[in-house]
Structures are given as structure tokens and as C-alpha cells.
């Protein structure tokens, strides 16, 4: 990633941060309406300059497996999976290029998760939440950061 690139994921990633939660009211017609459309998971699709990067945030670090692999092919991609969770991981220059998402996980043992990623994986923590920190709306959060994306782990 160039450096004015990781700046801007750097301080948009800060500015999201220091954010508050918005919360909306549902109208009755809304509540109506979602209850015919369900959906059952969503599966992000994320995009790499190197495939691997994303394998050492997610398997590695997080402890995902690859469920289904393309590594080998002209344009690598797999999925990997944990617990109810998927997520793509692409090899692509150009979408990478284009492409910086933020993605948060909610565990129910932020302290133990924080531990094993600080002790594995500690060059992955994002500099401005490297810490299990108590949030103003209530959340206790830490963050990682590689050259791709970036993930708030959070318990509620």
C-alpha cells in the first residue's frame, strides 16, 4: 500500500473510531416488509494485492480455515470459514487498489481473543486501538490493520 494511501485508511479508520452509533426507528411498514425477505449470512468479498496477507489476518491470526481454495489458479481466491462466518479472499492488484474496507467481529471473550492476537500476531494491531478499550457507546473494542483492510473486534 502506498503511504498516502495507508494515511487515508489510517485517518479515515480514526475518524470511524471516534464515532458514534446511529440509531434509527423501523416504521411498521419496514418491519412488514423484512419479514418476507430473510437472509441467512453476509459474506464480504475482500481484495488482496498478495493472497497471503489475507491468510495470515484471517487464518493465522484469526484462526479461520480455508473451507474452498483457488490459490493455485490464474486469479487465487478461497473462502474462508469459522463458527457461521465466510469470507472471500481475492488476489487482485487493481481492486485492492480501489478497495480499503473496514469489518468489524463481535466475540463474547474479547479479552482472550485480544490475548492470543497479541501474542501472535501483535505487528497486526492497529496503532491507534491496540488495546481493549471501553468505547463511549459501550462496546469494548481493540483493532488489526494489514496493508489491505481493517478489522474492529468488539464485545458487546
Known amino acids: 500500500m502506498r503511504q498516502s494511501q495507508w494515511l487515508n485508511v489510517t485517518k479515515h479508520f480514526t475518524n470511524v473510531m471516534n464515532e458514534k452509533p446511529v440509531t434509527r426507528q423501523t416504521s411498521t411498514l419496514e418491519s412488514i416488509n423484512s419479514a418476507a425477505m430473510q437472509f441467512t449470512k453476509l459474506v464480504p468479498e475482500l481484495y488482496y494485492r498478495d493472497i497471503q496477507e489475507g491468510l495470515k489476518m484471517f487464518v493465522d491470526c484469526l484462526q479461520f480455515r480455508v473451507g474452498h481454495s483457488e490459490l493455485d489458479s490464474d486469479n487465487p481466491f478461497c473462502v474462508v470459514e469459522k463458527d457461521d462466518l465466510s469470507v472471500m479472499l481475492f488476489e487482485n492488484v487493481a481492486y485492492a487498489e480501489k478497495f480499503t474496507p473496514l469489518l468489524r467481529l463481535v466475540t463474547n471473550n474479547i479479552e482472550d481473543v485480544y490475548k492470543q492476537v497479541a ?8 496503532p491507534n486501538l491496540n488495546q481493549v478499550t471501553l468505547r463511549p457507546w459501550g462496546a469494548k473494542e481493540f483493532a488489526l490493520l494489514d496493508d489491505q483492510i481493517g478489522i474492529v473486534v468488539q464485545q458487546w
Request: charged share 25%; no cysteine; hydrophobic share 25%.
Open 119 to 126: 501474542s501472535k500476531h501483535p505487528e497486526l494491531l492497529h
